[in-house]
């Protein structure tokens, strides 16, 4: 009996797992340069959301909620009832996956059509345009969301 708890338990441990990985990986990171400040879209696998900004002074969360998809359109629900439901396209282009912003209260970013995010990429495509999020990864997400990246105090202190 001993030997089919210890089975059972393995299996569950291992589903669990299993469930976690996939989870993580069915997750989506953003993020949109503004000169010396971004911001940065997380929607994870189980509907929620996440937008933090980072400028100089740190890190800071400025919206959560639910996240749901539609096709190509994406609609955001703040848990912040003051806060108003948003709405952005996912947009692919030249090897590229990002989001337009479609609504002018947006606290994901700025509207920036995809045709003229398109026509941004023509122009330079070793250039990604301002205000908008692009695809990242989950590394490059955890790395630079954390509060002490990347403003580190370099030389001798005095």
């Known amino acids: 009996m001993r030997k089919y708890a210890i089975l059972a338990t393995s299996v569950l441990f291992a589903t669990l797992l299993h469930c976690t990985v996939c989870a993580a990986q069915n997750a989506r990171y953003f993020k949109a340069e503004h000169g010396v400040a971004a911001t940065y879209v997380k929607l994870a696998a189980n509907g929620r959301y996440k937008v933090i900004d980072r400028e100089h002074m740190g890190v800071v969360l400025t919206d959560e909620g639910h996240?749901?998809?539609?096709?190509?359109?994406?609609?955001?629900?703040?848990t912040n009832p003051k806060k108003t439901a948003y709405q952005a396209t996912e947009n692919k282009y030249r090897g590229k996956v990002f989001l337009a912003i479609t609504s002018v209260d947006a606290a994901a970013g700025i509207?920036?059509?995809?045709?003229?995010?398109?026509?941004?990429?023509?122009?330079?495509?070793?250039?990604?345009?301002?205000?908008?999020?692009?695809?990242?990864?989950?590394k490059t997400y955890n790395t630079e969301t954390k509060e002490n990246y990347p403003f580190r105090y370099i030389g001798k202190e005095h």
């Open 111 to 138: 509207v920036i059509t995809a045709e003229d995010t398109k026509k941004n990429l023509d122009a330079d495509p070793n250039y990604l345009p301002d205000h908008v999020l692009f695809k990242i990864s989950a």
């Open 67 to 78: 996240w749901r998809q539609n096709g190509a359109l994406l609609t955001f629900s703040p």
